[in-house]
Structure formats: C-alpha cells, structure tokens
C-alpha cells in the first residue's frame, strides 16, 4: 500500500512538473519546435525544396462517370443498360519564364464509349506572350474559341452539369473544335464604364483521328444518307486530311454581370473511306465503293449571353454550322476487266441548335442547374429534303432535350453530380451503336464523381 502511494506521487509530481514547463512561454519555444521539425522532415525529402525552386505550376484532375438510357445507346455502345466507359485523366504543367513570356502543356487521356480509349495525347501545349493587356500571342496546340464554354469543357469543376447542352456543344464534334496547331493573338480592351472587350483570332490546322468522335458522326451520316439506291451499311473512314481553320472571338464583359458574345470559325477537310459491300436496292452487290468527301466552305458560328447575379448564372447560345461537301462514289460493279462507275455528289448542309439554362448554388456544397437543348442535323430540312432513306423514322430530324443537374462539393478537391435528361428526338444517337429508333422518347441518366487539384 505504501509502495503504490510512493509511486503515486512520484508519477503526479512528474506530470505536474512536465506541465509546468510546457504551461512556460518562457521555457519552450513552440514555433522554433515546429521549425526544427520542418528541417528535420527537409533534410530526408531535399527533392521537395529543389522542385519548388523550379517555381512550376502544377494542376490536374481525373473523373468516372457513369451512362445509362432506358432505350437508346448514347455516346456509349452499353449505355442502355449503364456503361462506366466515361472518364477522364489530365495532368498541366505551367511555367512564367519572364513577367511576360508564359509556357504550359495538359496531357489528357480520356474514354467515351468505344473512343479515345484512355489513349494518352497532348491536349494542348503553347508558348503564350502577354506583351500588354490588349495584345499576347500563343503558338503551338491551342484551344479553340466556340461559344463561352468550349475552351474550359475539360474543367469539369467550373459547371454545374455533367454534360455540357449538346445543342451548342455536340460531343462528337469535340475534336474539331479542340486542338488547334497554330498562332493566335488575343488581348482585353477597356471600354471605362461599360466593361471590357476580349479578342482572340486564331489560324492553324487539326489533326482528325479515324476512329475519333467525328469519323464515327461522318460515317454514320453515309450510312444514313448514302448515294442515291446504294446504301453504304458499312462505310468506315480511313483518313482525314485537314487543311486549315481560321478562328474569331468577340466578348463583351459588361460590369453587371452580363457577357454577350460571338465567335466564328472557317475550315475545310478531305475525307477518305471505304464499304467492302455496298447495297443497291437493300441487296448486297458483294463489291466495294470508295468514297472521298471534300468537306469546304466549312462556316461555324455562336451567338452567346450569359447572366450572373450573386449565385444565380442565366446563359443563352445558339450555333449553326453550315458546309459543302463534293462526294464522289467510285462503285466497283463487276470484276475486273470491268470498269469502276463514279458519280459525284453535291450537297449543302446545316447543322444548328440552341440551349437555354440556369443554375443557382444554394450552399457552399450544393448547386442546381437546369437547361432545355435543341439540336437540329439537318437544320429547317425536312426528313424528306434531308435524307434519301425513306426508312429513317422522322424523329432522327431533332433532338429537344430537357435536363435536371445537381452538384454536391465535399471539399474544395471533390466534386459528385447526377443529373437526368428527358429526350425528345433520336438525331444523337448513331445507327452503328443502335438496330433502330421506335420510340422518339427516351431518358438519359448521367453521373460524374471527380477530383481536381
């Protein structure tokens, strides 16, 4: 009993004694603790101190989301019946060499559906020099101006939907309105009172992969449309030879929290394919057709505005693309010593749609947005003006698209949305990835987790 009251004691005095110092500013320094625990931590990971003398910026982010349609496959071949082929992976490194002279490069991998396949590829990468406010000039792989949000549609964090209104920002075409190799100069003028104006004019040209988002939209509109009686079921592209795009940008910032714009856009292309076994008449002929498409006079442009007020974003746009495209069909029709039947193909079309939408953050972790989206393949044609296949229903001319978007931020790193869409119209998805199209309503779930750093 005696022993364990001595140990007591003994234990008490220490802790009181140890408090005691820790209770005396003027016994321990607690930042100077702090400081020699850095060095300590410093001396064993001395890479740390010699990349932040490198003074590069570094940011990146990766997502997984999720697809599903009650009918139809959209933007991935098993969407009908949920489909995780929907991510996205990009890390960007970022260095100022002067005050004015800034270099940077954004390596993305990605996978939609059968596409892009988490294949690595420069997203872009430019020189950038910021002589003045008003004047800088970029070269190298640039980004393409199309109405006010397809130059940030990577960043997943600076929207509230998880997919952007495909009336404007039609996925398949994604690849032509992203990565363009070349110059551009840009700059932002003063208006005093009534905000600023920003400019960006851009020249270059656009490497098409085959087997990308717009060969697959291509091949699908000459499965569709064909050439006269011929059907080409099974028309695949070989390759594309891109000419050159020439870029405008205009944007109004008021200081009401109002942008108005417009861009534009100019380009041509060379398209080169092949059906191993053309129909005539719905019966297999057994012979092959080359096709080569000069794609010219290719004319894009968007008229945006755009609303902010405290927490509440209002936005607008509508974009048309029209083109001439000269088709020449060279039909194999016998074997050899016969010869091959070419016919050449003319063609204007117009491609437009529009969106309206909203979006308010409610809290600092919860946003709602909304839009309704009208996407339009064949512009005012009708079904009959537009294809030369009788059997296409009509509601392949549209797609009318009504979605409800909800975003939850755990932290300033995570980000988890879901959002619904109500379809009317089947013009997004393609023939390839869908036997038929019954029913022109249809439903689309869509949900994203991502992290961004």
Same mark, same amino acid.
């Given at each position: ?236 592209? @070989?390759?594309?030879?891109?000419? &050159?795009? =020439?870029?405008? #940008?205009?944007?109004? !910032? ?5 942008? $108005? /714009? ?83 193909? @003319?063609?204007?079309?117009?491609? &437009?749609? =529009?969106?309206? #939408?909203?979006?308010? !953050? ?5 946003? $709602? /947005? ?84």
């Amino acid at each position: 009993m005696r022993k364990t009251v001595v140990i007591a004691a003994i234990v008490g005095f220490i802790f009181a004694a140890h408090t005691r110092l820790y209770a005396s500013e003027s016994t321990v320094d607690i930042d100077a603790l702090k400081e020699q625990i850095k060095k300590e931590l410093r001396a064993e990971r001395p890479w740390q101190d010699e990349i932040a003398s490198w003074k590069i910026d570094i940011h990146g982010f990766a997502s997984q989301g999720f697809l599903c349609s009650d009918k139809y496959n959209f933007l991935a071949p098993n969407s009908d019946g949920g489909s995780f082929s929907y991510n996205e992976i990009g890390i960007n490194f970022g260095k100022d060499l002067t005050d004015k002279l800034r270099i940077g490069v954004q390596f993305l991998a990605r996978d939609l559906g059968d596409i892009y396949n988490d294949e690595p590829e420069i997203d872009w990468a430019y020189g950038d020099y910021h002589w003045q406010d008003w004047l800088g000039i970029r070269a190298g792989i640039l980004k393409v101006p199309l109405g006010l949000y397809n130059e940030t549609r990577d960043v997943d964090m600076l929207r509230t939907s998880v997919l952007l209104p495909g009336g404007v920002y039609h996925e398949p075409y994604r690849e032509f309105m992203m990565g363009l190799i070349g110059v551009g100069v840009y700059g932002a003028i003063p208006l005093g009172p009534i905000g600023g104006m920003d400019y960006t004019v851009e020249a270059g040209t656009i490497n098409l992969a085959d087997d990308g988002g717009i060969a697959k939209q291509y091949e699908d509109d000459v499965r569709q449309i064909g050439m006269g009686p011929f059907m080409l079921s099974d028309f695949e592209i @070989s390759d594309f030879d891109f000419e &050159e795009m =020439y870029v405008g #940008s205009l944007v109004w !910032r008021s200081p009401w929290g109002l942008r $108005l /714009g417009g861009t534009f856009n100019r380009a041509s292309f060379t398209t080169n394919g092949r059906d191993e076994n053309y129909l005539a008449g719905g019966v297999s002929s057994g012979y092959a057709c080359n096709v080569e498409m000069d794609t010219t006079e290719i004319r894009n442009y968007t008229l945006s505005a755009e609303y902010t007020w405290e927490d509440l974003v209002l936005a607008a746009e509508y974009w048309n693309n029209t083109f001439w495209t000269k088709s020449t069909f060279d039909f194999t029709v016998a074997p050899p010593p016969v010869p091959i039947v070419s016919v050449q193909q @003319s063609t204007k079309r117009m491609i &437009e749609g =529009y969106y309206f #939408s909203a979006s308010y !953050r409610f809290t600092q972790w919860f946003e $709602l /947005g909304s839009y309704y989206s009208v996407y339009y393949p064949f512009g005012s044609q009708s079904q009959a003006e537009g294809l030369n296949n009788p059997t296409i229903p009509g509601n392949k001319d549209y797609t009318k698209d009504w979605t409800l978007s909800t975003r939850f931020d755990f932290n300033e790193y995570w980000a988890f949305k879901v959002e619904g869409h109500r379809m009317n119209g089947t013009a997004y998805p393609l023939f390839r990835e869908n036997d038929s199209f019954p029913d022109k309503r249809w439903w689309l779930l869509a949900a994203k987790i991502t992290f961004s750093f």
